[in-house]
């Protein structure tokens, strides 16, 4: 008996021992990661969508079914928006694939595509680069983290609720060139509109979830089905269309039949790098200085791109605002229309502008047919001019005032840009244009 457990305690150790020395390569290969970040938009104050959240929803299940570690968010706000892409950039630097998606409200303007959070309040074109959230930061984290394959899928194309403010604004998402290893997915063609949709989910995320289910189907064939039939259902009123540098293969779903096991792992909170809590602090504010030093410290950051763009909209509205800039000479032509049994006239003269406070002067203050104005320009252009002379020619004058007496008025004048234009407010209606 005593043998035969030394023998068996040996074979033991010989076994383990050969099973330790079994090379790493041939033991099961660890799974690629899959890592999803999926956002929904539909509580606008101004422009509420049905679709969005049901949408987001629906994808984030049918991407944990494929594999994927899933960040979920629902109605997020700017801020919740880029720190969460940030943090999807940093997750892919570890390799593997990435997929976003984007449902709700986005717009281009002047060839740039935005995502609208649920905060935003659009009132004009600059604004937009503001307080919107720009493709462009999505599209360098995903460069940056230099991982094998990226889908960015836009179900973003809805009529833009804020159009009619914003002159740039176009129809639609612009089309983009996906960075290499990069597919980016509309809903519909660039320049084009999509309907938010009468059912539960929109119609091209409902095509997109039948397609995900299908197993075997390259990346590409999966997007190309749902364009067929998105085309189809909608008699070609809408036409998904994709832009693609893909350079590997990508069978989104492996499974022969039935279910990948799900990573359902909720969405961490949000890193706080150095750079990141310091674009955070300047991000949102209208001081060019801000935008100045984080481009001073990270030239080449995550945000440069939209440091940049922000640090010029932030200057062109400073220098707009400038209490300066309608400073300089001003030609000055009073007109005023015969009225009340007075003969019409017309006066020319110059301004000066120095620190936003207007003078002019026509003829010599205190004597007949002279004419003082002076008043301060407010930095958005409006102004409230003083208007204090003598009378000339009786004839000029409403109720025939005898020479030489002194009269008064206020104009309302708005300068924009080299030009002001104003009334006067009272008696006699005259208008004063103002150039520069």
Same mark, same amino acid.
């Given at each position: ?163 009619? %403010?914003?002159?740039? &604004? *176009?129809?639609?998402?612009? +089309?983009?060139?996906?960075? =290499?290893?990069?597919? /980016?997915?509309?809903? $519909? ?120 763009? %922000?640090?010029?909209? &932030? *200057?062109?509205?400073?220098? +707009?605002?400038?209490?300066? =800039?309608?400073?300089? /000479?001003?030609?000055? $032509? ?103």
């Amino acid at each position: 008996m005593g043998k035969l457990r030394m023998w068996w305690q040996g074979a033991m150790t010989i076994a383990a021992c050969l099973l330790a020395a079994v090379p790493a390569a041939a033991q099961a290969p660890r799974p690629e990661q899959r890592v999803a970040l999926l956002i929904g938009n539909s509580a606008y104050p101004e422009a509420p969508l049905r679709n969005p959240v049901n949408d987001v929803r629906a994808m984030a299940q049918a991407l944990r079914d494929l594999g994927f570690t899933v960040m979920l968010y629902e109605n997020a706000t700017k801020r919740t928006m880029e720190t969460a892409i940030v943090e999807f950039g940093q997750r892919l630097a570890d390799g593997g694939v990435g997929a976003f998606y984007y449902a709700g409200h986005g717009l281009q303007v002047r060839g740039h595509n935005y995502l609208v959070p649920v905060d935003a309040q659009i009132e004009s074109e600059a604004q937009t680069r503001i307080v919107t959230v720009d493709v462009e930061l999505l599209l360098e984290q995903m460069a940056e983290a230099k991982n094998r394959v990226n889908m960015v899928i836009l179900d973003a194309c809805r009529n833009n609720p804020f159009e009619r %403010r914003m002159r740039g &604004a *176009s129809r639609g998402l612009a +089309a983009v060139d996906a960075a =290499r290893g990069t597919l /980016v997915a509309y809903a $519909t063609a660039p320049g084009s509109v999509a309907a938010d949709g009468n059912g539960k989910n929109g119609l091209y995320t409902e095509e997109l979830l039948q397609a995900l289910r299908v197993p075997g189907l390259k990346v590409e064939e999966v997007f190309k089905r749902v364009r067929v039939n998105v085309t189809r259902r909608s008699n070609g009123a809408q036409t998904p269309w994709e832009s693609s540098s893909l350079t590997g293969d990508l069978v989104v779903n492996e499974q022969a039949g039935g279910k990948a096991p799900p990573a359902a792992v909720a969405a961490p909170p949000a890193a706080t790098d150095r750079e990141a809590l310091f674009w955070s602090s300047v991000k949102d504010g209208s001081d060019p200085a801000g935008f100045e030093a984080y481009l001073k410290q990270y030239p080449d950051g995550t945000f440069a791109s939209l440091a940049r763009q %922000r640090l010029a909209s &932030a *200057s062109q509205q400073t220098r +707009a605002l400038s209490p300066t =800039r309608f400073d300089g /000479v001003w030609n000055v $032509t009073v007109q005023c229309p015969a009225h009340e049994g007075a003969s019409g006239y017309t006066l020319r003269f110059p301004a000066q502008v120095k620190d936003a406070v207007l003078a002019g002067q026509f003829g010599t203050p205190g004597q007949p047919s002279s004419l003082t104005l002076s008043g301060k320009i407010e930095p958005d252009g409006n102004a409230s001019i003083d208007a204090r002379g003598m009378s000339g020619d009786p004839r000029y004058t409403s109720n025939q005032m005898n020479k030489g007496s002194a009269y008064a008025y206020r104009a309302d004048v708005r300068f924009d840009g080299s030009r002001g234009t104003g009334t006067r407010t009272e008696t006699r209606p005259c208008t004063l244009t103002f150039v520069k």
